[in-house]
């Protein structure tokens, strides 16, 4: 299991580097998109969409987190096993909820959007250190397609997810 630090330090250096990626993308290149794919800048969007409720779960109360969405009642699974279910989950045809589907991006949103993204990662990242290892293990939210997971899970899922989308941008792109 990561420890609250090496996550700290993942999100932190994959999302600062998705931000740099996308930063450092022509306009054509940020605009470009094929068939049905998201643009780059799309997907910067799409992962603002998905971090800033991370934010705001972690800037809630302890016992406010347990009484909504509850307790864990079996341990946490390890990064590997969640990111193979996690892919399972999108093989099988998992798509976003609307909520996190983005609108179409401008060229001139994408500073907004990116400095946007770099505080709520540093501000995610600055609540995390609020909560306990154990609280990481035992408080849960729930994730649209893989249901409840701990704290611990679900910021794992977000380190990998940024990677992902990133990955996205890069294979559209034919980089």
């Not at 605009?31 to 969409?49: C, D, P």
């Not at 249901?147 to 910021?155: A, D, F, I, P, S």
Request: proline share 3%; net charge negative.
């Amino acid at each position: 299991m990561m420890n609250k630090q090496t996550i700290i330090d993942l999100l932190t250096k994959n999302y600062f580097s998705f931000i740099n990626y996308i930063n450092d993308l022509t306009t054509q290149e940020l605009l470009f998109h094929e068939q049905q794919k998201w643009t780059a800048g799309q997907q910067l969007q799409h992962i603002v969409l998905c971090v800033k409720p991370l934010v705001q779960v972690f800037s809630m109360d302890k016992s406010m987190i347990a009484q909504n969405f509850g307790i864990a009642d079996k341990p946490g699974r390890s990064y590997d096993v969640l990111l193979s279910e996690y892919l399972e989950k999108l093989n099988e045809g998992g798509k976003a909820p609307d909520r996190f589907v983005p609108e179409n991006v401008l060229a001139e949103q994408r500073t907004v959007l990116s400095e946007y993204l770099g505080q709520l990662i540093n501000l995610l990242c600055s609540k995390i250190e609020n909560f306990s290892e154990e609280d990481l293990d035992q408080l849960c939210i729930p994730h649209p397609l893989l249901g409840k997971l701990t704290l611990r899970e679900m910021l794992c899922n977000a380190i990998y997810h940024v990677e992902h989308h990133g990955n996205q941008v890069k294979q559209n792109l034919d980089r």
